[in-house]
């Protein structure tokens, strides 16, 4: 198995839900990684486990909660989000954070009214 | 501080025509070098790397050689499918302090029958 899942694959929210988006993956990968991908645009860096520790954040706003609750899942909870929010949210995995070969989800494509 | 440049525009070409995309990079230190291809709707897939001066990274047809005298690793594929249309990132990674990927503004690359 060399799939990283995401669910949901499309999501809907308003401003005032709360809403968490889901990774997983059974590679026995150590590392995990959120990424925000905007249209026509790279994906930019978010959030960083290793060995279910956060390791990185790169200044993402409190709006976004990460939580990795065992070494296959990573989760994403969302509250209060801003329009400016939709994109989709790339899910990846990687060996351990040394390991230069990344595996990606598929996304999931948020869109924020 | 680590980046990467790639060629302005879309890329559209016929069938079976020949491919490049240019991509040329700033680091600090021996970068390992990567080409990602995101097709419509999925999470990125790694398509090649090199990861020391002068190796070719090759797959599915395409290949791509470090060159460090130029600073650069130019995706090339010799006759391109219908199947190949995506967006193509150029993506490095350094190997001290920062370690973490950093992407091209990618390229759509759109095949015509």
């Known amino acids: 198995d060399t799939e990283v899942t995401q669910t949901p694959k499309h999501l809907v929210m308003g401003m005032t839900n709360k809403k968490s988006l889901k990774c997983e993956q059974h590679m026995g990968h150590r590392a995990m990684y959120w990424y925000k991908q905007k249209a026509k645009k790279p994906p930019e860096l978010m959030f960083v486990y290793s060995y279910e520790k956060l390791s990185i954040n790169e200044s993402v706003p409190s709006r976004f909660s990460p939580e990795c609750p065992n070494s296959s899942l990573l989760n994403l909870h969302l509250h209060a989000l801003q329009p400016e929010d939709s994109a989709l949210y790339l899910c990846?995995?990687?060996?351990?954070?040394?390991?230069?070969?990344?595996?990606f989800g598929s996304g999931t494509q948020l869109s924020v009214l | 501080g680590n980046s990467v440049t790639q060629m302005e525009g879309p890329v559209t070409l016929s069938e079976e025509a020949f491919l490049t995309i240019n991509c040329t990079y700033t680091?600090?230190?021996?970068?390992?070098l990567f080409w990602y291809v995101q097709y419509p709707g999925e999470g990125l897939q790694l398509l090649l790397k090199a990861t020391k001066a002068d190796d070719k990274g090759s797959n599915k047809g395409f290949e791509a050689t470090y060159r460090k005298e130029t600073t650069s690793f130019h995706l090339e594929k010799g006759s391109v499918q219908v199947s190949d249309s995506a967006v193509y990132f150029c993506a490095l990674r350094g190997h001290y302090g920062n370690n973490r990927l950093a992407f091209g503004k990618g390229n759509q690359v759109v095949v015509i029958p």
């Open positions: 680091a600090t230190g021996y970068p390992s």
């Open positions: 990846a995995s990687s060996r351990d954070r040394a390991d230069e070969k990344l595996f």
